[in-house]
Structure formats: structure tokens, C-alpha cells
């Protein structure tokens, strides 16, 4: 068989356009990159207006706060300053504070996730957490499957309510006194105590 032949060079010009578009690329990179180490990140956008590169993810900040809200139902009637509420267990969320933290990935908790969301801003839960909620007032079969506990087994509660926590993780000298992995503080209240009678919604803002 005849020997390939050999292939030719690059012209100059193209060898040069080469070293000065990878010059371009580390000098455009320096500032997306130190953001990405930085302390204080910030959205990349301002310093790459060309798109070349860029530091992605899926936020462009996290809060150092995380605020939980707690879902709890009772099968007493009236309520009273001192009737006793139940709390729903998620599979994934904070909720109790003794419960360790659950791994889950790459499995996608989607109900936990929004959750999530209606903590740091309620009005994003206005469309679906009160049906949500008239849901676990009728022991909805299938939605009582995406949740980890149901304290009202045998019978639907009379009254749901969600309540508004700031959860953090607990220090190694809390945690041994306590056996908790979250301490977590009342902010206040979410939805008001509704029955499939008394519908409520969460705030809007």
C-alpha cells in the first residue's frame, strides 16, 4: 500500500489566531474562576458578556438561613391554646429535629423540594399548598404517599396548619446534650388552622 502522505502544517496565521484566542480565554477566565473560589460568589454574567465561559450552576446564590415550614394536623375540636398538633414527616425535608438528615441523591424529592421553596417565599406556594393541604384533610392515598409519616393513620385530622421554622444544624456540644441534629426556632405561622369547611391560604408575600 502507498504511504500516506504526510499532512501539512498549519499555516502561521492560523497558528497565531490559535495563541491569541487561548490567551483570550485565560484572561477572560480569571475573573469567573476567582468568583468560583470566592467567599462572596456573584452571578458571572458581568464579567463575560460574550458567553465564552463561564462558572455555572444551577443558583446564582444560596441563603445561609434555612427556613422550614412544618405541616401539622389534630383530630380536636375546638381549638384551644391547648390542643395538640401532630406533625407530618417528609422523606427528605427537615422536620424533627432528632431525625438525621436523609441522602437522596441522585433521586429527586420533587414535593420536598418545593417545600423548600415555599420557606423563602410563600407567595410561590399559593397555587398549589392549599390544595395540598385539603388533600391531608381527606387522607389522600396518593398524596399521603410522597410523605414519610402520617399521624392520622385510621382517620383524617379535623384541622391542618403549617407553621414557620428557622432550622440550623446544631453544634457537637448541643448534639450530644441532645441527641438533635437541627435546633430549630418558631418564626410564626404559615397557614392558619383550616378544615375542608375553613379553606386558608398561605400569605401572599
Request: proline letters at 11%.
Amino acid at each position: 500500500m502507498p504511504a500516506q502522505p504526510a499532512l501539512s502544517a498549519p499555516p502561521q496565521w492560523f497558528a497565531g489566531l490559535v495563541v491569541v484566542f487561548t490567551a483570550a480565554v485565560l484572561l477572560l477566565s480569571y475573573w469567573p474562576a476567582r468568583n468560583l473560589l470566592s467567599s462572596h460568589q456573584r452571578m458571572n454574567m458581568s464579567f463575560n458578556p460574550f458567553h465564552l465561559v463561564n462558572t455555572y450552576g444551577a443558583f446564582g446564590s444560596i441563603c445561609r438561613t434555612r427556613r422550614e415550614v412544618v405541616i401539622e394536623g389534630t383530630d380536636e375540636s375546638p381549638i384551644t391554646e391547648q390542643t395538640v398538633w401532630k406533625a407530618y414527616e417528609f422523606k427528605g425535608k427537615p422536620g424533627d429535629p432528632r431525625r438525621l438528615p436523609r441522602q437522596w441523591a441522585p433521586y429527586h424529592l420533587r414535593l420536598d423540594w418545593l417545600m423548600w421553596f415555599a420557606a423563602i417565599s410563600p407567595g410561590y406556594a399559593l397555587p398549589w399548598m392549599t390544595p395540598f393541604l385539603n388533600r391531608l384533610l381527606r387522607n389522600d392515598p396518593a398524596t399521603l404517599k410522597l410523605l414519610r409519616h402520617n399521624p392520622f393513620p385510621q382517620s383524617p385530622p379535623r384541622y391542618v396548619r403549617a407553621q414557620l421554622y428557622q432550622y440550623r444544624f446544631t453544634t457537637v456540644a448541643e448534639l450530644r446534650r441532645d441527641r438533635a441534629w437541627w435546633h430549630r426556632t418558631l418564626i410564626g405561622r404559615y397557614v392558619p388552622p383550616m378544615s375542608l369547611r375553613k379553606v386558608a391560604s398561605p400569605p401572599a408575600d
